[in-house]
């Protein structure tokens, strides 16, 4: 007989929200077509992408919507969406008996398309709904949405909030949030992301893997979005150098990116997220700064921060450190026996991460125009959200710092 | 810089259909109550179990149903359901406006609620809508659904399919099947299941591990399914035991088990299952003898069998063998390192599997009178269903016989 000594990690109560139905594989955009119908004959779509228009896919769906006789608007979305655009959407559309919104693009694009669904059946202004902005709730009424993502990034497709943007001075960057926004249909088909330049690639790869892995350190994780984090993590780091590199062709490595970022938004929406995403808050609400590139840069210095200051604690800081020390052990194939090996797999994480920040060159902070002066500000702003360990204004400033 | 040998295995196209709002924790089922006004006030309960009657949990409902003035009826579920039992209830209460339909109880109460709020607003007979049996389609169409499982064994809080089983010479065991009768909540209260006797907690439990090793090795599988089934099969693995023996009445290892279970209705219901259950299809119609018993019964030698014959297979076998090699890993925490350990790791699963019939002492299928010379007529109604190899009549044979 095989003896086993068993540990249980008690699994503490959790909800779990929905997720969209997934569609997932390399053509499925044609399943579009099939779908329409279930919802009606009066489409929006939210497109951005210039590279969807470059490589001739735009104008293939417009070709088969017209053959189908399917009427349907079209509103181009370039940057992350900021109050202004989907009032101006929202309102425009109102009127239009509009059945069905679907959003095909990053996720500036597909966020922008899920907060018109939102606010087209609302008479005001999408501030008013903001979170710690707004002093309204908004009820989940929306039309109906399908989310079909071109990077693998922030994972939008499968989350229940759309991040709205205002930059400047006063600006901030806030969620509109309510469990009926995770769209009904999520279309995830990976032939959309092989156009995807390789900075764009790393910055969202670096994204979605950072969404996994605060995720899964997070207090408020259960053990579906550990398994689902765990698995997308493996995917995403099996795959995320070859996406920038040799593999950006190959549809084997985008196909296991974007299941990497698909898995991301739904661990995130049930399990939230850490000091990464806190910090990406307050950054992107002043600084234009694509969010991948601020996730991605600072990932490798927020987990060496964390794991130290896990370590500082002693008993107490074991659960979470154990856990950052899983990754480490999955990054290299293997799995975590016992707590002597926790040291060597937590410095297994930190050199990966470290590695990945100089093999995907990702850009400093400074690049893009934010200097030392600004990280008191930064960091006065920033949340720590569902960061596994409670950090001081001083240690997240260090987080920033060596990334300036 | 750390070296990684990246051995990508291609996920495939797949669909994943959503799964319920899921509210899992001990002392949840009062989260019930809160749920009820959304819906509406006209509620209709199936209800079962003598154990949740004698343990004064169902008075404890119905208190609080009459302090907060539900209007309610309630339905009492004995057995499998029959054709008879859900034409008759949808009958009665076809007039009554219900809003909301809640089962609480074993698989057969759970499976029994999901079929009435399907056939509440048909005209007919379940019986036109079964697979296999009747010529219609069902539409989805129903009254809302919460299921609350009081025995942690078919997951069909998170399936899509009602079985309804007409015992007897001309027996049938077949579904009522549909993406949308999913339950819209499933309530998942582990202190539900204290009160489960032994021999039902162990022929539940070794249903869901067999549904969750069904669905792992599936072809149909998809690395949700994969990452679902093998969280699930890490907390039963480790459970099943204390669950049958000291920990009965451990909350700990109950909620394990309510987790595992809930997972094998997740997976089976998007990567379909394996031989056991075609089998259990077979037997099912035609003796009286619980679901879960044939199941944990069978489930040893039926993966004896599966893995025999794909290692007679040579290289066409070695991706399903490497599957059933890494559930032999997990069952002694460990994790499959390349091909050469695969020969190892089945033995595990095997050796493990035969352990548990042991000693959770399986009742043989003669134990309800099933004879040798049934045996041809079982093997011919039995399907393979996604079983991850086809088996001949006599390998299928072989199963059998080995636990008359």
Redesign the interface.
Known sequence: ??E?????V???????????????????LRELYKIFPKFGNNILIAVGGSSLKRYGKWDEIISILEDKSINFFSISVSSEPSPALIDECAQEFRSKNIDLVVGIGGGSVTDAGKAISAMIPKPDSIKNYLEGIGNKTHDGKKIPYIAIPTTSGTGSEATKNAVISEVGPNGFKKSLRH?NLIPNVAIIDPELMISCPTSITAACGMDAFTQLLEAYVSPKG???T???A??GME?IS??II?ACSSGASNI??R??MA?GAL?SGITLANAGLGVVHGLASSIGGEFKIPHGVVCGTLLAEATKMNIKVLEEQGPAGKRALKKHAEIGAL?????L?GEGQIDKYCS?LI??LD?WTQILKLDTLGKFGIEKDDVDKIVENAGLKNNPVSLSKENIKNIVMNRI
């Not at 008690?10 to 499925?28: D, L, T, V, Y």
């Not at 990054?331 to 799995?335: E, T």
């Open positions: 007989m095989i086993r000594v068993v540990i249980n008690m699994i503490q109560s959790f909800n779990f929200a929905r997720i969209p139905h997934i569609i997932f594989g390399a053509g499925k469990d259960n053990p579906i550990d398994a689902l765990f698995s995917y099996r795959n070859p084997e490595v196909t296991s299941y898995m990054l290299i194939d293997d799995k026996k297994v050199e990966t590695s």
